[in-house]
């Protein structure tokens, strides 16, 4: 092997050529397993440019490398330093003269249609058959968001199979109006939009921002154009690329989305489908659903409620007077009854007036805004999609109380209260179930109130079996369960007859009344003498409230959310929290493990 060229072109050719191949791969058919004897018209005039050689100099240089450029891919170390050294050098001319060339080239994994009865059968010899080529390459300017570098332009590529007429993309093949994604694990980007892809390292990235630091996802993107974007790259991208180089708050919600719902499908071993002919919300929408119900989470246990909010989709909803069954007046929102038109015509004046801004800016002092620079300000006109918010904007739950509207004295019509409420109801909190060593083993969402019996109805729901329940279950309001309890049927007694349920130290000695019979007999930890040792608690009473600390800053990223990415994302940063916390204990030399589930699930 004898190059014309000098070492350090030499290397740089080898490079070049190494990151090309997978583009130069896609140009000849998949039988055909030698290198080509002469480079694509764009592909020599880049390596001129690139390299300052001539057309001789690069066709001899070719047929002196090629057959070892072919037969060695580039290690994935390899290929991102290549990358990071020649990034410049795509820019300046793989992309001028209509050449096409990007430091990415995005193809389908496949080249052949995996389908086994697609392959064309041998005439003579009809028992073998063949695999069917892929065709029709369709070539598309697109966006990527990478990691190391940045926003940079690239290529993506399709092809198609014209047997059982599926295109394949990058990371998805298309049947009909359904899209079903490789499972492959060494696909490096995932597509968020026709023209544009996000590297999964970068999703990863975003994700664990988000589930660690309350990071939203128009922080998410500011962080990425402010903190991570490459000077260098950005002063030699092109000023007239079709599809920019902004990643708003919809393409990373998209990405984010997107990504765990991969990872979730991967662990399950199972092939992630969705439509294809939709909207990215409106795509994953029923996939998110499904994830969520399929989420099951199965020791003491620590419940408490956090309020992370939001609205409650046709429950307790109703924009009309309060205690009023007559429907709303066309037009308006209350019925034609003058006090409850009134309480209507009070709202609509009171929404202009300066104490209505003060609820809107105390609801919006939450504790993590969701845009770090937000001028608290929402266009009137604007039509975008919200994806998430702190609800100071959409939110107006507002009650009127006729009395408060009329002037000093008794009503005519005496003491009547009329209220109504115009706005949404949100649900009242979410619940959390926690092991004492910080492991969240369920959640569930509460519309009405955090009531004793909603609570012990969660708790049959997260333990099914007498067998799955733990020992001791602490709950602030134990006192007011065991009192509904001992009213409850003999079977729903039985059940929690063998579980303890303390209240835990700082709620008994600062929230409960000494005097209280029910709390005193009932609930005081010190009933039971397995709970401490050495005069010191055995176990950690307060481990929910320590994790509703971290539950509750996401209370502004999911206010406004639509209902299956609200419950996904929940689910989602608690998976990822838990996985941690599992790290960390046995990191610390507790032996954390996992119950087979026959054990908790049959039946005592």
Request: aromatic content about 10%; some cysteine.
């Amino acid at each position: 092997m004898h190059s014309p060229l000098s070492l350090d072109a030499t290397i740089c050719f080898i490079e070049l050529l190494g990151l090309l191949k997978p583009y130069l791969l896609s140009l000849q058919s998949p039988a055909i397993v030698d290198p080509p004897n002469t480079l694509p018209w764009n592909v020599a005039a880049f390596l001129c440019d690139a390299l300052v050689i001539s057309e001789d100099q690069l066709h001899q240089a070719w047929l002196a490398l090629q057959n070892h450029i072919w037969e060695h891919d580039l290690l994935d170390t390899d290929a991102l330093a290549a990358r990071t050294k020649h990034i410049g050098t795509f820019l300046k001319y793989g992309l001028v003269q209509n050449r096409e060339i990007g430091i990415y080239s995005l193809e389908p994994p496949m080249r052949t249609c995996p389908d086994p009865t697609c392959g064309p059968t041998m005439r003579d010899n009809p028992g073998e058959v063949l695999e069917r080529d892929l065709v029709e390459s369709s070539r598309l300017q697109v966006t990527i968001f990478t990691r190391e570098f940045g926003a940079i332009p690239a290529f993506a590529n399709s092809t198609y199979c014209r047997k059982c007429y599926t295109r394949y993309f990058h990371n998805y093949r298309v049947q009909g109006n359904i899209r079903k994604y490789h499972m492959h694990e060494n696909i490096q980007f995932i597509q968020i939009g026709t023209h544009f892809y996000v590297e999964r390292s970068l999703c990863e990235l975003f994700s664990v921002m988000m589930a660690t630091a309350w990071t939203s996802s128009t922080n998410c993107a500011r962080i990425y154009h402010e903190g991570l974007s490459n000077p260098h790259v950005s002063r030699l991208l092109p000023p007239d690329w079709r599809f920019g180089f902004e990643l708003d708050v919809k393409a990373v919600s998209n990405a984010f989305f997107l990504h765990s719902l991969l990872l979730d499908h991967s662990r399950r071993g199972t092939v992630l489908e969705l439509l294809h002919q939709a909207s990215s919300p409106a795509r994953s929408a029923s996939a998110l659903l499904l994830s969520s119900v399929t989420c099951l989470w199965l020791a003491p246990v620590k419940m408490n409620g956090t309020m992370a909010v939001q609205p409650a989709v046709g429950l307790m909803n109703k924009l009309t007077a309060q205690r009023c069954s007559e429907p709303a007046s066309t037009g308006y929102r209350t019925c034609a009854e003058p006090t409850h038109r009134w309480l209507e015509t009070y709202h609509e004046l009171a929404g202009k007036g300066m104490f209505q801004l003060k609820r809107r800016l105390q609801r919006a002092q939450t504790s993590q805004p969701n845009d770090a620079l937000s001028s608290g300000v929402t266009e009137p006109d604007s039509d975008e999609e919200t994806l998430e918010g702190d609800g100071a904007d959409s939110n107006e739950d507002i009650e009127l109380d006729v009395n408060t509207i009329v002037c000093d004295g008794k009503p005519e019509t005496g003491n009547r209260i009329v209220r109504a409420r115009f706005g949404r109801t949100m649900t009242h909190n979410e619940e959390l179930c926690v092991s004492s060593c910080g492991i969240i083993l369920g959640r569930a969402t509460f519309y009405g109130s955090e009531a004793p019996n909603a609570v012990v109805q969660f708790w049959e729901a997260l333990f099914p079996t007498k067998k799955s329940l733990p020992q001791v279950l602490w709950h602030d309001n134990n006192c007011r369960i065991m009192a509904m309890l001992r009213n409850e049927p003999q079977a729903r007694q039985d059940y929690f007859k063998d579980v303890a349920k303390p209240v835990d130290v700082f709620h008994f000695k600062c929230k409960h009344k000494e005097g209280d019979l029910d709390c005193g007999r009932d609930c005081n930890a010190l009933i039971w003498p397995e709970l401490s040792v050495n005069g010191k608690w055995r176990f950690n009473s307060s481990a929910a409230e320590q994790t509703n600390a971290w539950f509750g800053g996401f209370q502004s990223i999911v206010r406004e959310m639509p209902v299956e990415r609200y419950e996904f994302f929940l689910d989602e940063v608690i998976r990822r929290r838990n996985i941690w916390m599992v790290k960390l204990l046995a990191q610390r030399g507790c032996l954390p493990h996992s119950i087979p589930r026959e054990e908790l699930l049959g039946h005592s």
